[in-house]
């Protein structure tokens, strides 16, 4: 009987853990599809022209988010590691590639990091994430800290500011996912009317907060 109940015990146990094989895992990104890029703001449309190339620093983000994993908060102050949701790269390289995507597009110009330092005049900007907050079916949330500075230029300027952006979501992670896409989005744009006008020459001032 001891040997019976071992076997069956051992049969329960492969097929948990055949179960827990076969759970699907479904991979996200923060970069936009190109197609669905075309209908975030471009504030640089609007001033015309084309702006200084950039070089986007590695982005910081909270260590209660630096997951493979999502990391969701289920009502009140609840939080839940979704194993079978991840990301496709870690969150800080999801940000930094969707933001220089974002910026690319925003500022008409590219992002030359890694590449070598050629003398010539260039944008560095930088973010350290404070805040990256998701509830399905609610808001995606990300607050931070940025910076633009000219460098190798004739007029020297820089800017720090901080700031706020949250999005309504439906439910399902997809949903949530493209929400904080779109903050991404707002994000560039906001980085981007500060970098255009320091590249110019001219006064840049902190985005208004919410």
Known sequence: MIRTGMRLSALGLALVLAACASAPLHYYTLVAPAAGAAGAPVASMA????????????VGVPAQVDQPQLV???????????DG??????????????????LARELRNQDVSGLPDNGKPLLRVKLDLRRFDSQPGSYALIEGAWSVRVLHAPHAGALACTSRIMERVGPGYDALVQGHQRA??????????AARALGNG?????????
């Open 202 to 210: 001219q006064p840049a001032a902190c985005p208004a907060s919410p």
């Open 184 to 193: 991404i989005g707002r994000l560039a744009a906001q980085i981007a009317v």
């Open 72 to 82: 969701v908060r289920s009502g009140g102050q609840g939080v839940v590691l979704l």
């Open 85 to 102: 949701e991840r990301w496709i790269a870690p969150l800080n390289d999801e940000v930094r590639s969707a933001l220089s995507a974002d």
């Open 47 to 58: 001033a015309g022209g084309t702006s200084l190339p950039f070089e986007l620093l590695p």
